[in-house]
């Protein structure tokens, strides 16, 4: 059973792994380099804790402990109680869920490891809004999506944002980080998939007309909000892919993009 100790100064180094959660630089120089992540809410949490994470500690306001008291009472980790307006000058935000939880990140798979047994992965350049991160993980769980490969410069799908807005899928469906961009693709064609680079570009197919969903492997090129995907990586797909539009509308959200794309490609073609 986890301790449950009241904590009252917000300098406690104790809590330090919750201390400036707004600091978006820090945060992403500091959680990976410590091997840590924050799952916010309860829901988050326990889906972080089913799938094998380790908690490092928890912090709650009051009226969580109760809520999270099965979590509490199996943990070897200590559990921080505060107040609300503790848990704001610690984290730097009103924390409006009540409950955060600091996690031991596992070490990643290798692209080779999860390619072996993929047949629909998503290929993911520079997409650095971690917004978008989460609901591009959340789309390709729902929607049968095997695999997330990175491009070295992508956001981290662990950071606290996008772990909440993909409501815990980025713990559902398995990643990596290429090594190279956009040489690294060659392993993925090597792997026996054919990348799909997808893009609003009228010179692509529409996703109708080249049929993901009857082929083999097939690797889902998604490039960052804007900029889209690079030339570079253009030029290293297969084939290029877009999603008809109509109503004068030439794009979507990547997010919203992705979520129309990955249903062509695991389930059945879109709706026209």
């Known amino acids: ?12 180094p104790r809590l330090s792994d919750y201390t400036g959660l707004t600091d978006v630089e820090l945060r992403r120089k500091r959680e990976p380099a410590e091997g840590l992540f924050i799952a916010e809410g309860e829901k988050v949490i326990r889906r972080a804790k089913e799938a094998g994470y380790e908690m490092r500690s928890m912090l709650l306001s009051a009226k969580w402990i109760d809520v999270m008291r099965d979590v509490i009472d199996e943990l070897p980790a200590p559990v921080y109680a505060v107040s609300p307006e503790l848990a704001e000058q610690v984290t730097g935000y009103h924390v409006h869920r009540g409950a955060l939880a600091s996690m031991q990140r596992k070490p990643l798979p290798t692209a080779a490891e999860l390619l072996r047994s993929a047949r629909r992965v998503v290929v993911m350049e520079s997409v650095n809004d971690h917004t ?36 815990g899928a980025v713990f559902s469906v398995p990643y990596a980080r290429l090594d190279t961009w956009p040489k690294g ?30 082929m083999e492997r097939v690797a889902l090129m998604l490039g960052a909000e804007g ?8 030029v290293a797909a297969d084939a290029w892919v877009r999603i ?29």
């Open 1 to 12: 059973m986890a301790d449950l100790i009241t904590v009252e100064d917000p300098d406690d």
């Open 132 to 167: 978008n991160i989460g609901a591009i993980f959340r789309s390709a769980a729902a929607l049968g999506m095997d695999a997330v490969l990175l491009s070295p410069d992508c956001a981290d799908p662990l950071y606290r944002r996008s772990v909440k807005v993909s409501m």
């Open 185 to 214: 693709l060659e392993s993925v064609r090597e792997a026996g998939f054919t990348l799909l680079a997808l893009t609003p570009d009228e010179k692509a197919d529409s996703l109708d007309e080249a049929a993901p969903h009857r």
């Open 227 to 234: 900029d889209g995907l690079s030339t570079q990586a253009l």
């Open 244 to 272: 008809p539009m109509s109503h004068g509308v030439d794009s979507l959200n990547v997010g919203a993009a992705a979520a129309v794309a990955f249903y062509a490609v695991a389930t059945g073609r879109p709706r026209g």
